[in-house]
């Protein structure tokens, strides 16, 4: 099981960018996805949470109404659109498999850094 | 939102000796079906967070078994019968009861 996260960097207050979460190693379309974020030297943050075939999808309110999360179970990805960013969303954001309950499993991905600052 | 406490903020502990971290909810993690939504991981310097404990008191497969979690209703802990130079990093406790998942502030343990 591999979970590899891109497309972190630094970005402008009030840019955009798009992660992405590549799974392998397991059957993509069985699992449930979520996003978490961890900001330099502080804990960890949920974000968001897709069901397998995308029903249903639920967001922390520090991101809702910016971020996106999306998939695409024929290329075994799961995506965060980041609109409207902060330099508070500054972050080491990871990606992982989740149950119907939520609930994370293991491993979690390695993570993406994405830098907010002018 | 749940609310997350972890105590202590820091423990610094000799080699074989046990050491204890404790996690306080805002409100109780028990669900219907009767398992607590109360999850424990260890992030290791450099790493990513890793999964040692799940529905309170159930140990991942290859988490070695001096790691034990204990608790219901609103208190948890985490216990580590003889601590090792391993086990340094930080714990944390998250609830997986609700949207939007909560983790407490974490605990930083070093070995002495």
Redesign the interface.
């Known amino acids: 099981v591999r979970l590899v996260e891109s497309g972190g960097g630094l970005v402008k207050p009030g840019g955009s960018l798009r992660l992405s979460c590549a799974a392998s190693g397991f059957i993509f379309s069985d699992y449930h996805m979520?996003w978490f974020r961890q900001a330099p030297g502080k804990?960890?943050?949920?974000l968001s949470?897709i069901t397998a075939t995308s029903d249903i999808i639920?967001y922390?309110?520090a991101v809702k109404g910016r971020f996106t999360i999306s998939r695409d179970n024929a290329k075994n990805s799961v995506f965060l659109q980041m609109n409207s960013l902060r330099a508070e969303d500054t972050a080491v954001y990871?990606c992982a498999r989740s149950l119907g309950?939520?609930?994370?499993?293991?491993?979690?991905?390695?993570?993406t850094l994405v830098t907010v600052s002018s | 939102d749940i609310v997350m406490t972890q105590s202590p903020l820091s423990l610094s502990v000799t080699p074989g000796e046990p050491a204890s971290i404790s996690c306080r909810s805002s409100q109780s993690l028990l669900r219907s079906d009767g398992h607590h939504?109360l999850?424990w991981?260890l992030?290791k310097p450099g790493q990513?967070?890793?999964?040692l404990i799940?529905l309170s008191s159930n140990r991942?497969s290859g988490v070695p078994d001096r790691f034990s979690g204990s608790g219901s209703g609103t208190d948890f802990t985490l216990k580590i019968s003889r601590v090792e130079a391993e086990d340094v990093g930080v714990y944390?406790c998250?609830q997986?009861l609700?949207?939007?998942?909560?983790?407490?502030?974490?605990t930083k343990v070093e070995i002495k």
């Open positions: 979520s804990g960890l943050e949920w949470y639920k922390a309110d990871y309950d939520y609930r994370p499993v293991e491993p979690w991905g390695q993570g | 939504f999850e991981y992030q990513s967070p890793q999964l799940y991942v944390y998250m997986a609700q949207t939007p998942l909560t983790f407490g502030g974490g």
